[in-house]
């Protein structure tokens, strides 16, 4: 842990202070050329008391735009001081959680996970037309039956075929020769080039797709590939929650993760964070963004430096030891529902370590789902129910859901 410190809230004000400071202002300093500006003063007043000591709200009303990748290149120097903070922020995550290297990264911070999985793929279909002269119907995305809808969105919008592989109904798992087959099977249909998804933590069922058998049938295929892990809900959970995990840049095989921190770190919407080895963002390179500073290699392009401000705080202020420590609560609170749950008999999938639990459709009315908000695979049919032990589901939320789960199966 090289990146990520602990820090008190004196310590993060100044810090983000002096980024402010280092931005130019839109209240005291000359921009005279953008087409933006601090937030309207007459809704968003730039004295108004809630802004003392709360350096995300000052960022928010001076509106500074992170637009551009800036591990690539110094974008917009207006805003430099903050965007210094995004880097270190992702220097935090692809360091100190994903095991990077120094400077052998790049990434940003997303509109959300469906974007950096869209921009993932983007950047390696660019790379397999660019360097191998591919056409589009030879790239193939490859991902579980499990995954998250964004990958599907990302086969429409690039026009690449999606193939999901079926995964065991038991441990939610491909099957390694499951895999082989799907990829000999595209092979047969012409496809020569591979983008392949694995997850970090399901939406639905919270699994995980160990990295080794996805790598030992890829290689087994000969066919080009490249590997992105979508951590998007589990990337800020399961390295915590199970520290032996392999799926980390520590990995030759892994090019790229998404991770999300708008869903466990609890912070604002706009927080979608993508990582990718060096030498790849400049297949999305956008010349034609010649009027920005930095030109673009992402997908969103303006986008507000207020969340980057966010996120940097919620993980300085609790450091990596305590962040573990949140984790490990969670775990421990999993471990109490699923032993009530084993005491009544009701069969549940839960990925070892995870937080979300599922209950199978047989246990739960739509009454009792509606009741506690816990949430369907399939809202018009119903398979599966899940709950997910956030930091506000706690066990006094819990038990009155486990008293009319046992009276709806045990007294009907
Ligand atoms: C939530 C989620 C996404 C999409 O993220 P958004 O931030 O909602 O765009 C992608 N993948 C997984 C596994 C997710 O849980």
């Known amino acids: ?62 509106n500074p735009n992170h637009i551009g990748c800036h591990t690539v290149t110094q974008s917009e120097e207006t805003f430099a001081g903050t965007h210094d903070i995004e880097r270190e922020l992702l220097r935090m ?70 193939y999901k592989i079926d995964v065991d109904e038991k441990n939610r798992q491909m099957a390694e020769n499951t895999i082989e087959e799907a990829l000999e099977k595209a092979k047969s249909e012409g496809i020569r080039y591979v983008i392949f998804i694995g997850n970090m933590m399901t939406t639905m069922f919270g699994s995980v797709d160990p990295i080794e058998p ?58 979608g964070i993508f990582l990718i080895r060096k030498g790849f963002m400049h297949y999305t390179h956008n010349k034609d963004a010649s009027y920005v500073q930095g030109e673009d290699y992402t997908l969103v392009g303006s986008r507000s430096g207020a ?41 549940y999938f839960r990925q070892a370590y995870s937080n979300i639990v599922t209950i199978h459709e047989k246990y739960i ?13 399939n809202h018009h049919q119903a398979k599966w129910y899940k709950l997910i032990i956030m930091d506000h589901v706690d066990l006094e939320q819990l038990e009155p859901f486990l008293k009319d789960l046992k009276e709806l199966n045990f007294n009907p």
């Open 1 to 62: 842990m090289k990146y990520w410190k602990k820090r008190t809230a004196r310590e993060i004000q100044e810090r983000i202070e002096l980024a402010l400071s280092q931005n130019r202002s839109f209240y005291d300093q000359p921009i005279l050329g953008l087409p933006a500006s601090h937030l309207d003063s007459r809704i968003f007043p730039r004295e108004s008391p809630i802004l003392t000591g709360a350096p995300f709200l000052q960022t928010l009303i001076n």
């Open 307 to 347: 969340n980057a401000i966010a996120v940097w705080m919620i993980l300085s202020t609790y450091g990596k030891y305590g962040w573990t420590e949140k984790t490990f609560i969670l775990t421990r609170r999993t471990d109490w529902l699923c032993e009530q749950l084993e005491d009544m008999d009701i069969e």
């Open 365 to 377: 009315t739509p009454e009792l789902a509606k009741k506690y908000y816990v949430v369907p695979d």
């Open 214 to 271: 996805i790598v030992r049938a890829l290689k087994a295929s000969n066919l080009e590939y490249k590997l992105h892990y979508d951590c998007a809900y589990g990337g800020f959970y399961y390295p915590f929650a199970n520290p032996n995990t392999q799926i980390d840049f520590s990995n030759p095989e892994l090019n790229s993760l998404t991770i999300d921190a708008h869903k466990m770190v609890q912070a604002p919407y706009g927080t």
């Open 93 to 162: 995550i692809a360091c100190d959680i994903f095991k990077a290297d120094e400077e052998e990264f790049d990434g940003y911070v997303a509109s959300g996970g469906t974007e950096a999985n869209i921009q993932a793929v983007w950047i390696y279909r660019e790379f397999f037309r660019r360097e191998y002269g591919a056409e589009l119907q030879e790239i193939g995305l490859f991902t579980s039956v499990d995954t998250h809808y964004s990958i599907s969105k990302a086969s429409n919008l690039l026009n690449i075929p999606l």
